[in-house]
């Protein structure tokens, strides 16, 4: 497997940075095609009527988003006519509640998805609601990029966060083309159960596997000395000069969608290094 279809998603001209930058970066390297939704996002909240409304109101809100698509996409054309890759954009307009059904249907088309952090400075729920809809529905590995960018050793020295989930298995799966160009492959084992079927040699299997596509691995079995484990996995990141995180993306049902869990969120928040995601 190879990737040959990149999509990021912008939703705004300021974003250029922190979404098209990476992704440009990535679909050089992986010599793919890059696809760029502009996104404008109409936060009305459909079934509701606020108090001194009107249709008049309404429809400043849907321009608006339009504008803002419609801007998004000129500063796209004008940084992607400096670019020697294949790439197109399209632009669309949602509500933050049919964000999700716009964006599965992009991503689940593409091989990779690359957008910044949903968390912090700047950032709304119609991030997090991206990266959710990537994920679980439109099931895609996604790229999560932090503001400090990919670096410049991106992909050298790899940590995969392993737990024998079927997630986890998914993400080392579609992160492949990206393991086999890395120097090690550390995959890491934070407290493996004593009574699991991995207990004598806690990620030897998953080690032999990738082994056999090129990876030059080895397994770290890690004891749960800090709170939480993306806690103890984020300090391991830093002892070892590690460039990039491969974990699979925990979700909890919430009616019909299925949102980050706690473990995921908090890798995300805390992460200065790249997260590849998968579901």
């Given at each position: 497997m190879a990737y040959k279809s990149i999509l990021t998603i912008v939703t705004s001209p300021d974003q250029l940075s922190q979404s098209l930058d990476p992704a440009i970066a990535v679909a050089r390297r992986e010599g793919a095609h890059l696809d760029v939704l502009c996104l404008g996002i109409d936060r009305t909240q459909t079934g509701f009527y606020y108090a001194g409304a009107n249709a008049m109101i309404l429809q400043e809100s849907l321009n608006r988003a339009n504008a803002e698509a419609e801007a998004t996409a000129k500063?796209?054309?004008?940084?992607?006519?400096?670019?020697?890759?294949?790439?197109?954009?399209?632009?669309?307009?949602?509500q933050v509640a049919g964000v999700a059904h716009l964006v599965a249907d992009w991503a689940r088309y593409a091989d990779l998805v690359v957008l910044p952090r949903p968390y912090g400075e700047g950032r709304g729920i119609e991030d997090e609601a991206i990266l959710e809809a990537a994920l679980f529905e439109g099931h895609a590995p996604v790229l999560v990029v932090p503001p400090a960018g990919l670096g410049k050793d991106f992909g050298h020295r790899i940590v995969v966060a392993w737990n024998e989930s079927p997630e986890a298995l998914s993400a080392v799966r579609k992160a492949m083309p990206l393991l086999t160009r890395a120097a090690l492959v550390d995959i890491v084992v934070v407290d493996p159960p004593?009574?699991?079927?991995?207990?004598s040699d806690p990620g030897g299997r998953l080690?032999?596997?990738?082994?056999?596509?090129?990876?030059?691995?080895?397994?770290?079995?890690?004891?749960?000395?800090?709170?939480?484990?993306?806690?103890?996995?984020?300090?391991?990141?830093?002892?070892?000069a590690a460039d990039m995180v491969v974990?699979?993306?925990?979700?909890?049902?919430?009616?019909?969608?299925?949102?980050?869990?706690?473990?995921?969120?908090?890798?995300?928040?805390?992460?200065e290094v790249p997260v590849l995601l998968a579901h």
């Open positions: 500063a796209v054309s004008a940084r992607m006519q400096k670019e020697d890759i294949p790439w197109g954009s399209d632009s669309a307009v949602a004593q009574h699991g079927p991995e207990r080690s032999q596997a990738i082994a056999r596509h090129g990876c030059r691995a080895e397994v770290s079995v890690l004891a749960k000395t800090m709170p939480r484990v993306s806690d103890v996995i984020r300090r391991h990141i830093m002892d070892r974990m699979g993306a925990y979700g909890h049902s919430r009616f019909r969608e299925a949102i980050l869990g706690g473990a995921t969120r908090n890798m995300l928040e805390g992460c």
